[in-house]
């Protein structure tokens, strides 16, 4: 069932690239995962080709700001820290996320695919099976034909 009238909001992570410092200035800094979490509406389609016109190969000269999308979209944030401790959702610390390099690239990304009804795997449930995807004997290898497509039958 669809309700036409429902919008609920959803709980997206976002998670991009880049370094952390070291314990002390002197050290090099580290690659390293950033993340937060974000709850956000889902857009309908219009509303997402105004605010996301390259989703459409449209043009996107008349299309908002970072600023303007992310207060759309976005109703409450999860993670966001600064000196260790949670920093309040206000366009100033808004604008100091959006600034971060590679987040906005990561946040559309991660959001247009929950549009799409796609969300994170957790990594401890991206491990293959442990049989292989075989349902029978999960100590038998799978095999492969001289086209390297797994032979079920082997």
Known sequence: MFDLLDRPLH???????????????????QPADHEVELR????DREEVKRFFPAAFDLPDKDA????????RV??????????????TMNDENMGLLLKAPM???AFTER????????????????QGSPSNG?????QTPTKTNSSGI???SA
């Open 103 to 105: 987040f906005g690239a």
């Open 40 to 43: 956000v509406e889902l857009l």
């Open 11 to 29: 709980w997206i992570t976002i998670k991009w690239p880049g370094l952390r410092q070291g314990e002390n200035e002197s050290e090099l800094s």
């Open 150 to 152: 797994a032979d079920a």
């Open 111 to 126: 959001y247009l695919s929950a549009l799409g009804g796609r969300v994170e795997i957790r990594e401890k449930n991206s």
């Open 64 to 71: 908002p700001g970072e600023l303007e999308i992310f207060k």
């Open 134 to 138: 075989r349902a029978d004997d999960p």
């Open 74 to 87: 976005v109703k409450e944030w999860r993670k966001v820290v600064s000196n260790g401790r949670p920093v």
